[in-house]
């Protein structure tokens, strides 16, 4: 799959953000520590995109969240995309 079909209907964005800080936190926990979210507010996003792409994003292990296969190559396209707008 190409990266650029991988985000080819636009999630909304808050989701994408919320995604974006888990994915770099590797936890809720540390995402909500270092981005002053909500912890209810973070889980229901993760969840609402998840629903949204029809893929699970994260993998749910005792030590925090890992990405799935397909939340590694979603994080990267992402990231592709927020560099670009810098």
Do not use: W
């Amino acid at each position: 799959m190409r990266d650029d079909t991988m985000l080819s209907t636009a999630p909304n964005l808050e989701l994408l953000r919320s995604f974006h800080m888990v994915a770099e936190c590797g936890s809720i926990s540390l995402a909500v520590e270092k981005n002053n979210v909500t912890r209810p507010t973070l889980s229901r996003h993760i969840q609402l995109l998840e629903d949204e792409l029809g893929l699970a994003l994260f993998r749910r292990t005792k030590k925090g969240l890992e990405l799935t296969e397909k939340g590694s190559k979603v994080f990267y396209v992402l990231r592709k995309y927020l560099s670009n707008c810098n």
